[in-house]
């Protein structure tokens, strides 16, 4: 997720107050609402582009439901021609600069009963963002924090047990507490503790790292080849894995910027190349408007080519639009354009959902996110089953 903005009428509600409510919207990159929050909640950074106001001193509001365990390991069939159709789950990696943080305040794991409403919806694939700094927290060459871990294996093994699949993203930008990755034998080291802990799960697809930018492209190609190699050397050689590219693994740009990546080799024969694409003026999905009805199908369009020359498989990891007429006809366009080319397209992922999201326009929680209610009867029809 590049940029963050809430819907007009919301922004503007918030603007009539000065403070912004309790898990409110209070700054980010553009935003000209409230900066402080009611009693009891301080403004903290989610990210460059969103801060939200979280209980300062109060004791977490927030409980974690109870994990079930399910029998069931069938796959979720999708008739419709993607393998891939869902969410990104996005909210263990909230309070990106605040290393730790605390469980509860900064940040928390998805909502299982969320979850379990979008499988049987039919959604069957979730990306589950979490961030580096947690799991590994003095460096990135540190063994893991048990508990993190832990809870990041309670939301995986809940996804995967449904016969859903678990995209494991370390949401982190190409960086580690702020600054460039250039170490590739540290980013290997890391890659091996995680692919160690997940290599027996079949429904588990590794994702190098969220949205690369603002660095070198011949270290964008490095840091995945590492990735790569230490996800195969720890025995994970049946997963797929979702490469992302440089300039925020933009789709739009895909073809100028990451057309070295063709280059990436995998033993397995098995990368996915993971681009993202919001369909707003400058694409970094800020505005709730969409550019036109048909800017979905256009903004893909040079990436689709540049797949199939290249003999290379697809997936959009993350798109959005606000919900409004001229965004619905765009993103269903895109879905449809995705589905007449799903030789090369696996399928799609919309941005985001998870419980801390309030009225963010792009909210797919269920059972009230803004997105979640105006867009889900066109999901339905790519995730009937
Ligand atoms: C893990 O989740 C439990 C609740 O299930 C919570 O008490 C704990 O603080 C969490 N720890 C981390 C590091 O996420």
């Known amino acids: 997720m590049k940029s963050f903005a809430l819907l007009g009428a919301l922004a503007g509600a918030a603007l009539a107050q000065s403070t912004a409510p309790a898990w409110g919207q209070c700054g980010g990159e553009g935003w000209t609402g409230p900066t402080t929050c009611v009693s009891g909640y301080v403004c903290t950074a989610s990210n460059q582009w969103y801060s939200q106001c979280i209980p300062g001193t109060a004791a977490p509001t927030t409980t974690r439901a109870t994990l079930t365990t399910s029998t069931r390991t069938s796959s979720v069939p999708n008739p419709t021609g993607f393998r891939h159709f869902g969410v990104d789950e996005s909210v263990a990696e909230f309070a990106y600069d605040i290393y730790p943080g605390t469980w509860g305040v900064h940040f928390r794991f998805p909502e299982p009963s969320a979850i379990q409403t979008l499988i049987s919806e039919g959604m069957n694939t979730f990306r589950v963002a979490f961030r580096m700094e947690r799991m590994a927290v003095g460096s990135l060459t540190d063994n893991f924090d048990a508990a993190y871990l832990r809870n990041l294996t309670e939301t995986v093994n809940f996804i995967t047990s449904r016969g859903a ?221």
């Not at 982190?172 to 890391?190: E, Q």
């Not at 995998?266 to 993202?276: A, E, G, I, K, W």
């Not at 589905?339 to 326009?361: E, H, I, T």
């Open 165 to 385: 699949y678990a995209v494991i993203d370390p949401h982190n930008y190409g960086r580690y507490k702020g600054a460039i990755i250039t170490d590739t034998n540290a980013f290997a080291s890391f890659w091996t503790k995680l692919a160690t802990a997940f290599r027996s799960n079949p429904r588990v697809i590794w994702d190098t790292n969220n949205e690369y930018n603002t660095m070198p492209q011949q270290l964008v190609f490095d840091l995945n080849q590492a990735a790569i190699n230490a996800i195969r050397r720890a025995g994970a050689t049946t997963q797929p894995i979702w490469v992302e590219g440089n300039s925020w693994t933009g789709a739009w740009t895909w073809v100028e910027i990451n057309d070295n990546l063709k280059g990436l080799t995998d033993p397995n024969n098995n990368l996915v190349y993971q681009m993202h694409q919001y369909l707003d003026s400058d694409g970094s999905g800020t505005h709730p408007e969409c550019v036109s009805t048909t800017i979905g199908a256009e903004r893909i369009r040079a990436a689709t080519g540049w797949l199939r020359q290249n003999g290379k498989q697809g997936v959009i990891g993350e798109y959005a639009g606000g919900p409004n007429p001229t965004c619905r006809t765009a993103i269903s366009g895109m879905l449809e354009y995705m589905r007449q080319n799903s030789d090369v397209w696996q399928g799609a992922l919309w941005w985001a959902a998870g419980p801390w999201w309030g009225d963010y326009m792009y909210s797919y929680e269920p059972p009230s996110g803004s997105a979640y209610t105006y867009y889900n009867s066109i999901m339905r029809q790519y995730a009937a089953r």
